[in-house]
């Protein structure tokens, strides 16, 4: 409590809160109204001078410090010499250093080829128009609990109505939904969880374009399918002519503990979206895949004027750099080895606690929000940075940034434990 010098939210932050709502579109919502002036080390300063510990970097984007003394270094660097040309009118090195970092970092050691975006939902967007273009095909097959973006085609792929569909549509075709694995409330093996979609799949779609899939899912809830799942459906993919494309947007770079969450299933996919975490903080995401695939589409077909801005991109490289000096993926696996066993005491029979690396989740055992929303309301009020997720939303859920001294991290997750204790009544 000693980092936090007024309520939350302050005074300062109140006021703005209220200059806000005369300016700022009120479907723009906030999970912790806080006005933010800086940030360091784990912490995020407000505008009242509380320092609040941040147990979400953003949604899983400021993985490598918020500042990140390399990704800053780059950015000042680069925005002194140029700001933007746009890559499809003059390039320049740095989209093309991003890219080849990216085809060597994807798993599989196969020709890779890559084009850069700048939201996620746009590398989704792109995914799937490579996938139709390169297939012939024009079917997507996404999950339950998926979620891939908020524009009009993401918004399709997107499993859940509110907030992000409710009284947006119509919603792009072509889109059909199978049933997930998910290990802590269907109880099937991976195996079998891959045969009940496929039946699905097979029924009613036949052979799509591409399979989209969150390798562990994010807003759904942090739902990791069961082992051989993603497998299965790739090998499902390869023997029908189908890509297999791996939303990595919440899941890469570092924040499960390896480069990318395919590897711990073992599975080499045909296509890869990246964005969140790729470049800290700045907007950059990324479509990298199979060299004959990715190169099936006509020059001039795929671009943007921003994407792959040069600003991003060395943010990009300056963000990459450091997790491959920091050993960001051991930090990510020591964050899991000691936040999981303190969250599974606190929660026990109350619910499931799970996730890889420093994507850790709680979900709540009854399926509406209610304990989430007090659990993470106490450690809000207590300055505490945390999100919920899940289609029920009764999942809270943990990304801290991956360089967080032990300290912030300990404290932090003193609240949480704190909370759930208090919120499920024990
Ligand atoms: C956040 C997210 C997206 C959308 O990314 P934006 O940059 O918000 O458009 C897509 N897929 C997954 C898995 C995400 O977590």
Redo the contacts with the bound molecule.
């Keep these: 409590m000693t980092r936090l010098r007024t309520q939350i939210p302050g005074p300062r932050s109140l006021d703005l809160a209220a200059r806000r709502k005369g300016a700022v579109a009120a479907g723009v919502g906030s999970t912790l109204p806080v006005y933010v002036e800086r940030a360091e080390d784990g912490l995020l300063v407000d505008v009242d001078g509380n320092r609040l510990i941040d147990l979400a970097s953003g949604?899983?984007v400021t993985g490598v410090g918020n500042p990140a003394p390399r990704v800053a270094a780059a950015v000042h660097e680069q925005i002194d010499r140029f700001s933007h040309t746009c890559f499809m009118v003059t390039p320049y090195e740095g989209y093309v250093e991003v890219c080849e970092r990216l085809n060597a970092l994807t798993p599989g050691t196969h020709e890779k080829r890559s084009v850069l975006f700048?939201?996620?939902?746009?590398?989704?967007e792109n995914a799937v128009k490579i996938a139709r273009h390169a297939t012939g095909r024009t079917s997507v097959v996404v999950f339950d609990h998926?979620?891939?973006?908020?524009?009009n085609l993401?918004m399709a792929l997107?499993a859940k109505n509110m907030p992000y569909k409710q009284g947006f549509g119509p919603f792009a075709p072509e889109v059909y939904r199978a049933p997930m694995s998910y290990p802590y409330r269907d109880g099937l093996t991976g195996p079998e969880a891959a045969a009940r979609a496929i039946d699905v799949i097979e029924k009613q779609v036949g052979v799509p374009a591409c399979v989209l899939i969150?390798p562990i899912?994010?807003?759904g809830g942090f739902i990791e399918p069961a082992p051989g799942f993603l497998a299965a459906l790739a090998d499902w993919c390869r023997e029908r002519g189908a890509l297999l494309v791996a939303?990595?947007?919440?899941?890469g770079f570092c924040r499960t503990g390896a480069w990318f969450a395919a590897e711990h299933q073992d599975v080499v996919p045909d296509l890869v979206?990246t964005?969140?975490g790729i470049a800290g903080g700045l907007?950059l995401?990324a479509v990298t895949g199979r060299a004959e695939v990715m190169d099936a589409v006509h020059s001039g077909g795929l671009g943007g004027t921003y994407g792959g801005n040069p600003i991003a991109c060395a943010a990009a490289l300056g963000a990459i750099d450091t997790m491959a000096e920091l050993d960001l993926n051991a930090a990510a696996r020591r964050i899991e080895a000691t936040v999981l066993p303190r969250l599974r005491a606190a929660v026990g029979r109350h619910g499931d606690v799970r996730g890889r690396g420093a994507m850790l989740a709680v979900e709540f055992a009854d399926r509406t929000p209610e304990v989430a929303a007090r659990v993470a309301g106490a450690c809000h009020a207590a300055g505490v940075v945390v999100l919920t997720c899940g289609t029920h939303g009764n999942v809270i859920r943990l990304l801290p940034p991956l360089v967080i001294p032990d300290g912030v991290l300990d404290e932090g997750v003193a609240v949480l434990e704190q909370a759930i204790v208090e919120g499920v009544g024990r």
């Design positions: 949604i899983a700048n939201s996620g939902a746009e590398a989704v998926a979620y891939h973006g908020r524009t993401t997107t969150e899912q994010g807003e939303d990595e947007i919440q899941t979206t964005a969140k907007p995401a």
